[in-house]
């Protein structure tokens, strides 16, 4: 395997590959438009793994850069898969000094717990606490 680089920012996304990979094969973004993907880089920490110039992996962070991040939308292309290179997307992710600081970082998987709870990942502590509105299919409801 050739070395790995992280990039981070969206100037350095391949936004086209991102989009192409959660609306045809994410479980959890199928159908989702370009401009959804391209406006949530937009208002995101984004995190590229690249072999060369190819962009192979991805990740984003919503956050205040202070107290919260959501991670989201993490992945790594399949024929890449099983090369450690989430996990050098979510490490390097948390090495950061502002994700140190962050009070409480959060996610939703459905099939990683092994590799989020090296990371100090863990079920929710008062999951009775936490309230949302799940609106998991509006990505195919609205477009723009």
């Not at 070395?3 to 590959?17: F, L, N, Q, W, Y």
């Not at 956050?63 to 997307?89: C, N």
């Not at 990683?112 to 509105?133: C, I, M, T, W």
Request: aromatic share 14%.
């Amino acid at each position: 395997m050739s070395a790995i680089i992280i990039k981070t920012g969206r100037e350095h996304m391949d936004v086209e590959m991102i989009h192409r990979f959660l609306s045809e094969d994410s479980y959890w973004a199928k159908g989702i438009s370009y401009t959804f993907v391209a406006q949530s880089l937009a208002h995101s920490f984004c995190v590229g793994a690249f072999i060369g110039d190819q962009q192979v992996g991805f990740g984003r962070v919503i956050t205040d850069y202070y107290t919260f991040g959501w991670f989201a939308d993490i992945f790594v292309l399949p024929a890449y898969r099983g090369q450690g290179i989430s996990k050098e997307i979510v490490g390097h992710i948390m090495d950061l000094p502002w994700s140190k600081r962050l009070r409480r970082k959060m996610l939703n998987t459905s099939d990683a717990h092994g590799l989020y709870r090296q990371f100090d990942f863990k079920e929710l502590k008062s999951p009775a606490n936490v309230l949302e509105v799940h609106q998991p299919d509006i990505h195919l409801q609205v477009r723009e």
